[in-house]
């Protein structure tokens, strides 16, 4: 590369600013001030990259001529990032202005291999450091439209910028002063909102009792009967009633149907007990999508069974909740190899208890950068029927190994 003559141009207010005039020569990440606007499903969540010498020009810096910054003085400046990013930068969603619900900052690493959030460190060269703050916006669905106005201009670039990324994929762009807005417009026609299926307990465990259906069909029986030792017309009245009721009965077959459990079933084969246990493990990463704590309690008392929320819910959140660099909950992208083996019944119950194998491939982005992990689980599950449907009624994760990246 300095083969030829290089000339650089040293920025000795901000070394993020120094540059070659050779645009060959730039630094794998190449810009100090960056944003980004992610559309997820359950959240918008808004990302700005700066360094801290940029950081200085917006909040109220305490710190003087401060040139190495301790864990303590670290953390009084990610609480200023995260308070500037919550009345700066402001996003709208269908036209209606959102209030973040939660940020947060991060000091990172930036280098060949990408965006590393740095934990626990020691002292940091704040000439040097850069800085990465979240906010978090909950949706219930994807919207038609997000905007956000970009507020955190500086002299030294004119233009700054900016990834959009959504289920298809990211959209790099620019802002500037005279057209600050990042937008993004819902073009996705294939997109397909991810939905809580009840795991059906089926016809072999659970007869369906058309009680409604019965009701007509036995008020017309009965009708007609009665009808028969009348005069004629009564006769005409209740057999013209008697298939009125018939007709309605079976009209509404499929209403006010109640399940009647088979005593003589046993726990479900393998093939059934994989059926359960990956429709579940679906189920609990789709709930885990929502950003809201109360969605969140909602959607998962959906899945679990009555009375056993709270012992099973903080296992779901330890072990299946699979937490990234940051804080962040990583989205599963495919459960595959699952196995199920033990399978008995449970004692006073008609559910079943199975010792199931999984392995979950997730992923989180923050700062355009993906961020996988691979975990193998292995854990004990308990499931009993409520109203036709399989419900948790109890788990124990013996393993969690993490895997290939």
Do not use: C
């Not at 303590?72 to 009345?87: G, N, Y």
């Not at 979240?134 to 994807?142: D, G, H």
Request: net charge neutral.
């Amino acid at each position: 590369y300095l083969t030829a003559e290089a000339h650089l141009t040293l920025d000795w207010h901000n070394p993020w600013y120094s540059v070659f005039d050779n645009r060959n020569l730039t630094r794998h990440h190449r810009y100090a001030l960056m944003g980004f606007l992610y559309v997820e499903p359950r959240e918008i969540r808004q990302e700005v990259i700066m360094s801290v010498q940029d950081l200085r020009e917006w909040i109220e810096w305490k710190h003087g001529d401060l040139r190495s910054a301790d864990v303590a003085v670290q953390d009084e400046i990610k609480a200023q990032a995260a308070t500037l990013l919550e009345s700066r930068n402001p996003v709208s969603i269908d036209g209606t202005v959102r209030a973040p619900t939660q940020v947060s900052a991060q000091f990172l690493n930036l280098s060949s291999q990408g965006v590393k959030i740095i934990d626990n460190a020691g002292a940091i060269d704040l000439d040097s450091a850069v800085i990465g703050i979240i906010a978090s916006y909950p949706i219930e669905r994807l919207p038609q439209q997000a905007e956000l106005t970009w507020q955190l201009f500086n002299d030294r670039v004119k233009r700054i910028p900016t990834v959009t990324i959504d289920p298809a994929g990211p959209m790099t762009g620019t802002v500037e002063r005279g057209d600050p807005l990042v937008l993004w417009q819902n073009f996705l026609r294939t997109y397909e909102e991810p939905q809580i299926t009840p795991v059906s307990v089926g016809t072999t465990r659970a007869f369906p009792l058309p009680i409604l259906s019965i009701f007509l069909a036995i008020l017309g029986i009965g009708i007609a009967l009665w009808s028969v030792s009348r005069g004629r017309r009564t006769q005409i009245a209740g057999g013209f009633v008697a298939v009125l009721g018939i007709a309605a009965a079976i009209a509404v077959a499929n209403k006010a149907v109640i399940h009647i459990g088979n005593p003589f079933s046993g726990p479900p084969g393998e093939n059934e007990a994989v059926r359960i246990v990956e429709t579940t493990l679906t189920n609990v990463n789709t709930a885990f999508l929502e950003k809201d704590p109360e969605a969140l309690k909602g959607v998962l008392s959906e899945l679990i069974a009555s009375g056993q929320f709270a012992g099973v819910t903080p296992e779901l959140q330890r072990a299946l909740s699979i937490k990234v660099a940051g804080g962040g909950v990583a989205q599963v992208r495919s459960i595959a190899g699952i196995k199920t083996s033990e399978i008995s019944p449970l004692s006073g119950s008609d559910g079943f208890r199975t010792l199931g194998e999984w392995r979950a491939l997730a992923s989180a982005s923050h700062f355009g950068h993906a961020h996988r992990r691979e975990i193998q689980f292995r854990a004990l599950m308990e499931f009993v029927p409520e109203n036709s449907v399989w419900k948790l009624a109890g788990l124990t994760v013996l393993e969690a190994r993490t895997g290939k990246p």
